[in-house]
């Protein structure tokens, strides 16, 4: 994996990434040159209009990734792509001929735009014809050695066998282990030399996956490995890395002390967010303004009581403060206490339904990211009583309000809605990873990818 602003984008990834983006330019460019050879003009030099075919593709690129053009599934399954490449590229070719309209452009007219999402379609399907069984195969794959033949050996290997896995385990080896769960693994003292032995199998990559390393580490061997330029990783940094989220069931606070992140440089970036917070919540308002008026009378004439509903959330260091939305549920709701939504609640109204479907209950949330309540990304804001059985429950829950909570977040695009404590510790680990390695590009992806999830609501209740 390449590591760009403190997040991990796997090799395939970026590889398919950039030829995508290569083979848009390509596409614009024959759209440009078919269209001068239909009404008989001179297409003229590259150099005079590269800057706004290189412009164009951006564009379309964007939109490819906010709706999981590179996700998981996309990257190994050609029908799923297939789907996702033509909302991306439409949604793309929209977003272009309203900045046409606002700048004016010569080298994009409807005809032009028309062409090039043809020839995008049609080299994107067959790049992905040529490269889906080469970008599932073990080409991209690191190989790696794991140290550990228990419990954690076995996660490893669950982690490996999943098709969008990023590495390939080529061998255990079993230590000091009272209890041995992966039954192949080779006992330590079958193996002369460690190093020439990792050396021989071509790893890259050693994990510890030890319980308990006090006086089971071989020391000299790891060194070894290291100066020859085989990395190694502890268990709990090698599953942040590749899942995106930190292990609760492994992680203590000497790794969450000791690890890379939480960096106090931070002053800029958080000015930064501010800014954008402020000009993004104001242009938002101005433009939802009309929606949230009009859903709001439908919600007083769908159900008795007001259009919109507060609540007490904890935000920022565990201060309270009153979240807006707009009402999606009877207003008897909460009468025997605040609760989780459940699947197909019968708390929530007709119209209340659809507004969570499509996130639009929401929008009236902004007015908290203008005061600086919230933020666009950040974690969800809970209710205090849930915050005080969850501190009790699970093991640095209080952790996540050591950045602003927001509107949407690294957890809510990786993670179906959460309605119990079992979803609220998985929720915690991707919270906690997006605070541990907090960057604006880190917000940029889930600003993006929050698209994805608007478009195909996955877990809305």
Same mark, same amino acid.
């Given at each position: ?10 090799? &395939? /990834? ?20 078919? @269209?001068?050879?239909? #009404? ?17 593709? +951006? ?60 020839? *995008? ?21 690191? @190989? ?5 033949? +228990? ?16 590495? &390939? ?15 192949? &693994? ?10 020439? !032995? ?10 510890? &996956?030890?319980?308990? @390393? ?30 995106? @989220? ?10 969450? #002390? ?49 259009? !919109?509903?507060?609540?007490? $959330? ?15 549920? $009877? ?20 119209? +209340?339904?659809?507004?969570?479907? /499509? ?23 809970? /209710? ?15 952790? $996540? ?9 690294? *957890?809510? #695009? ?26 604006? !590009?880190?917000?940029? /992806? ?16």
């Amino acid at each position: 994996m390449i590591r760009l602003f403190k997040h991990y984008i796997p090799h &395939a /990834v970026i590889l398919l990434g950039l030829l995508d983006y290569a083979l848009l330019f390509l596409a614009g460019e024959m759209a440009w040159q078919l @269209r001068a050879s239909q #009404i008989g003009s001179e297409a003229g030099p590259l150099a005079e209009r590269w800057l706004a075919l290189a412009g164009a593709a +951006g564009v379309v690129w964007l939109a490819m990734i906010s709706v999981g053009v590179y996700g998981p599934y996309a990257l190994r399954s050609l029908r799923f792509a297939g789907a996702r490449l033509l909302v991306a590229i439409s949604l793309g070719v929209i977003a272009l001929a309203f900045i046409d309209f606002l700048i004016g452009a010569d080298t994009f007219w409807r005809s032009t735009l028309f062409y090039a999402m043809g020839f *995008a379609i049609l080299v994107l399907v067959l790049d992905r014809l040529v490269l889906n069984s080469f970008l599932g195969s073990s080409a991209f794959r690191r @190989r790696v050695l794991v140290l550990g033949a +228990g419990d954690r050996a076995q996660r490893l290997r669950e982690l490996g066998d999943k098709p969008e896995s990023g590495f &390939a385990i080529v061998s255990y080896i079993a230590m000091s282990e009272p209890e041995r769960v992966v039954e192949e &693994a080779i006992p330590r003292e079958a193996i002369h030399d460690l190093g020439r !032995f990792v050396e021989n199998l071509g790893v890259s990559e050693v994990v510890l &996956a030890l319980q308990e @390393r006090r006086n089971s580490l071989p020391l000299k061997d790891l060194l070894r490995m290291k100066t020859k330029g085989v990395h190694v990783n502890d268990f709990s940094s090698f599953m942040e890395r590749e899942t995106g @989220r930190v292990d609760l069931d492994t992680v203590n606070p000497s790794w969450l #002390i000791f690890s890379d992140g939480f960096s106090s440089g931070r002053m800029l970036s958080s000015a930064v967010k501010r800014v954008f917070d402020i000009v993004a919540s104001l242009i938002l308002l101005l433009l939802t303004f009309p929606i949230i008026l009009f859903f709001a009378a439908l919600v007083r004439l769908d159900s008795k009581g007001p259009a !919109f509903f507060r609540q007490e $959330r904890v935000g920022l260091y565990g201060q309270t403060f009153h979240l807006v939305k707009l009402r999606s549920m $009877r207003t008897d709701a909460e009468k025997d206490g605040a609760k989780w939504a459940e699947e197909n609640d019968p708390r929530i109204t007709r119209v +209340g339904r659809f507004i969570r479907k /499509v996130r639009i209950d929401e929008l009236p949330q902004t007015w908290s990211v203008l005061k600086g309540h919230m933020s666009f990304v950040g974690p969800r804001p809970e /209710v205090p009583t849930f915050v005080e059985s969850l501190e009790e429950e699970i093991p640095f829950y209080g952790e $996540r309000h050591m950045v602003k909570p927001g509107i949407t977040g690294w *957890a809510q #695009i990786n993670y179906p809605y959460g309605a119990s404590i079992e979803d609220s510790r998985k929720k915690l680990e991707y919270d906690l990873y997006y605070a541990k390695n907090y960057t604006p !590009f880190l917000d940029f /992806v889930v600003l993006l990818q929050t698209v994805r999830v608007i478009l195909w609501p996955e877990g809305s209740r």
